[in-house]
């Protein structure tokens, strides 16, 4: 009979293990050298090719260029860092402009900050902090406080060459027309001031120099009436002050038109000068007995050909 148990087909669990034949395991034989060194190339070669096998990134050495290239790529990194820096408020063309300046930088290096700023070349920038900024000497030196106002005066190239140039031509009509005529000195018009003869309080001449404008307004010169007369140059405010006793005309250098003058014959140290104001010769507003070394840097100052600090 057949012993009771699973129906036929069917195996009961743990048959096949049972079935299996298990061979004995051999004896490991021992390696040579040169079978123990293939052995683990093989296993090495094994992991590497393991499929999803992750290797670990080895350390960054301390000091290594790549982790300290991404420390900070910020501005303070560079040279500027730990400058006193001092706020300024820059004022060109009515425009202000607010701006942080190291306060051991020079005029010169001003000088290259308004440029990057305004478009303004360095050599047609006056500069202007109680008085004209030395290129050569530092902010603090010159004592420059935050919330400093510094005063810009100048024109960019294309604004020159646009307003010179009718200007230049002006002044060339003007010098063709006065040489068709006799000396200014002998016209009756000015020889009633002329023989008024030099006034007492005018301002010293030298003969053959030439001269900067100095800080002072040029005084103790004649108007056309035969009344004192004042000079005052604004750079600032690019504006020329006209002084009499009863009242000063505060005149745009932008608005002359052309500034004429002639040595006072017999007294060849002192010129009369003319400011046109208007369109013809009737505008001139005359002035005498002007020091010769300043008539070059007054011609320079009014007609825009900028002088160099």
């Known amino acids: 009979m057949a012993a009771a148990g699973a129906p036929d087909g069917m195996e009961e669990p743990g048959m096949d293990t049972e079935a299996e034949t ?4 051999a004896p490991a034989r021992p390696l040579n050298c040169v079978e123990a060194e293939a052995a683990a190339g093989a296993a090495a ?9 992750l290797q670990p990134a080895p350390a960054q050495p301390p000091g290594d260029s790549a982790a300290q290239a991404s ?3 910020g501005e303070d990194a560079g040279g500027g860092a730990g400058r006193e820096l001092v706020d300024l408020k820059i004022i060109w063309n009515k425009t202000k402009h607010d701006v942080k300046f190291p306060l051991d930088s020079t005029g010169s290096e001003l000088k290259q900050k308004i440029h990057s700023i305004t478009g303004l070349p360095p050599a047609m920038q006056k500069v202007m902090y109680k008085g ?9 030196e010159i004592k420059v406080t935050s919330g400093a106002k510094i005063m810009v005066v100048g024109s960019t190239i294309n604004d020159v060459l646009a307003v010179n140039t009718p200007k230049d031509a002006a002044q060339q009509d003007a010098k063709a027309e006065e040489n068709k005529k006799e000396p200014l000195c002998r016209q009756k018009q000015h020889r009633k001031v002329l023989d008024k003869g030099k006034p007492e309080d005018v301002m010293p001449s030298v003969k053959g120099a030439q001269e900067r404008l100095p800080n002072m307004p040029l005084s103790g ?4 009436s035969g009344g004192k007369v004042r000079l005052t140059f604004k750079l600032e405010q690019d504006q020329l002050w006209i002084g009499t006793k009863e009242r000063t005309e505060k005149l745009p250098m932008g608005s002359i038109k052309n500034v004429v003058s ?3 014959e017999g007294h060849e140290d002192y010129h009369m000068m003319a400011f046109q104001l208007g369109p013809t010769e009737a505008s001139y507003y ?5 020091p010769t ?14 002088q160099y600090f």
């Open 22 to 25: 298990v061979a004995p395991e």
């Open 45 to 53: 070669e094994d992991s590497c090719a393991a499929p999803g096998s």
């Open 71 to 73: 420390v900070s790529n």
């Open 132 to 140: 004209l900024v030395p290129e050569d000497k530092t902010l603090r």
């Open 221 to 224: 010169m004649y108007n056309k």
């Open 262 to 264: 002639e040595p006072i």
């Open 286 to 290: 005359w002035v005498y007995w002007v």
């Open 293 to 306: 070394q300043y008539v070059d840097a007054i011609k320079d100052t009014v007609l825009g050909k900028w």
